[in-house]
């Protein structure tokens, strides 16, 4: 079986969640803390195991590219001022991982904004990160992206991240049906994209983090286009399913929906609180303020 190095990140969104600020700022920019969003994702992939990633972006994006780039005169200005720390950490955001970049001709959805990375992913599998996606875990756990390809060793077929949802949000996610059940692991009998609470096959929704082979892009193109011309990743991955060829697995982490402005928020929060430099401070700054209301 042959290695999953590869990633693709889709960042050609308009974050229109996010407006006005996305007229401007795209949000795969928006900093948790003190790192833009994109720089988590990269990080899990980096750590899972993945050498190469293709960000397909859109037009206003290039910020995206300047970002890990080589930055000479920030590096030679921080050398000169002897600021050892923060030279080191914009070399480690240079040397990161192999990053290459390709721009989406037009805003045609997920599936569409794939067919961009065939070339780049040949006939090997690979991974896809949804950048709204944030999953944190701590060091005794392995990152998202590992777990998942560690389940598609094991069981040689493409695999979906799983999460329990409430009732009220299933109309958020693509719902899946499972056909078998190992430990965390399922095969997938039927997957559909945000049906309403009452149509629901379980409380397992997909979340942004999958492991797919090259064949997914066949399967994209012979999908039909909605009436507005986009075709939707859910039914490439039914296709799977039908040939009891999809696997989903209930990660273990805490995800947050950086798209989401209040769960953006709880983002800045705790990840702050797991700062060591900010958490004495930062605690006791939210235990005043909780006190005054």
Known sequence: MKKVTKAVIPAAGFGT?????TKSVCKEMLPIVDKPTLQYIIEEAVQSGITDILIVTGRNKKILEDFFDYTPELDALLEQDNK????????????????????????????????????FTGDEPFAILL????????????PV???????????????????????????KYAN?????????????????EKPKAENKFS???????????????????NLKPSETGETFFT?????????????????????????????????????????????????NYLKNLVAKL
Do not use: W
């Open 17 to 21: 969640r996010f407006l006005p600020i």
């Open 84 to 119: 050892i720390k923060l030279l080191k950490i914009s070399k480690e955001i240079e040397k990161m991982v192999n990053l290459y970049f390709v721009r989406q001709k037009h805003p045609c959805g997920f599936a569409n904004a794939l067919q961009y990375a065939k070339a």
């Open 131 to 142: 950048g709204d996606d944030i999953i944190y875990t701590d060091s005794n756990t392995k």
């Open 145 to 171: 992206t590992q777990q998942l390809i560690e389940n598609y060793y094991k069981y040689q077929k493409p695999t979906l991240a799983l999460m329990e949802v409430d009732d009220k949000d299933i109309n």
């Open 176 to 192: 899946i049906k499972a056909r078998k059940t190992d430990g965390k692991s399922c095969d997938i009998a039927l997957i559909v």
């Open 203 to 221: 409380n397992y929704a997909v979340i942004g983090r999958y492991i797919v082979e090259s064949d997914i892009y066949n399967l994209i193109d």
């Open 235 to 283: 039914e490439a991955l039914q296709a799977l399913a039908k040939e009891n060829r999809l696997t989903g697995y209930q990660f273990a982490g805490k995800r947050y929906d950086a798209g989401d402005k209040l769960e953006y928020l709880i983002a800045n929060v705790e990840y702050a609180l797991r700062d060591f430099n900010l958490q004495k401070e930062f605690t």
